[in-house]
């Protein structure tokens, strides 16, 4: 047998093989179509209940209402300004400061009172990322108003000691003065 010969006789297998997948494959299509048209017709029994996140409520106000958020402090104990050089990213010089905001801190400090830090934050364009950028503050959890020390007293009472949100609020306003809704 030659090597055209060989070559006829793979290419016939290889074009029959072919020809049966096609057909299984179309076969395998109209049996999912099939399986999926029952699947919508299927009623769900009565002793399934429904899932839990159906019967949860959204959190927060109505849609078209007014938001509240936690009243600024009157005062603040410490002010902290804080500055950037180079991009946080790419570590490219930044251009122009393109103005600053303003982020308070409630915090506890154990021994102590509470009290409030205000962070100046000075925003940069950065040329090289196209965005602009601004220095981290530093022992804050992110889009907090609440510091960790009082974070972590709060999750402490609440897991550790399973003391209710009225007794939390309650031990925040006695011992720290801050008034907090949990």
């Not at 793979?10 to 299509?29: G, P, S, T």
């Not at 009082?150 to 399973?162: E, T």
Request: one cysteine or more; a positive charge.
């Amino acid at each position: 047998m030659g090597d055209v010969a060989k070559l006829k006789f793979h290419l016939d297998r290889a074009f029959r093989e072919i020809r049966e997948l096609r057909e299984e494959n179309k076969k395998l299509k109209q049996r999912i179509e099939e399986l999926e048209s029952k699947q919508k017709t299927k009623e769900v029994p009565s002793f399934v209940k429904p899932d839990r996140i159906a019967l949860s409520h959204n959190l927060g106000r109505p849609k078209g209402h007014e938001g509240v958020a936690r009243p600024l402090p009157d005062h603040f104990d410490e002010e902290i300004n804080h500055k950037i050089d180079k991009c946080p990213d790419c570590g490219s010089n930044l251009g122009k400061e393109l103005g600053r905001r303003i982020r308070y801190v409630e915090d506890i400090i154990p021994q102590q009172n509470y009290k409030v830090v205000k962070h100046t934050i000075p925003r940069h364009w950065c040329p090289c990322c196209k965005k602009i950028v601004e220095p981290k503050p530093e022992n804050v959890i992110p889009n907090f108003r609440f510091g960790l020390n009082l974070m972590l007293f709060v999750c402490f009472q609440h897991f550790g000691l399973a003391l209710t949100n009225n007794k939390i609020q309650l031990e925040l306003l006695t011992y720290f003065g801050i008034k907090v809704s949990l």
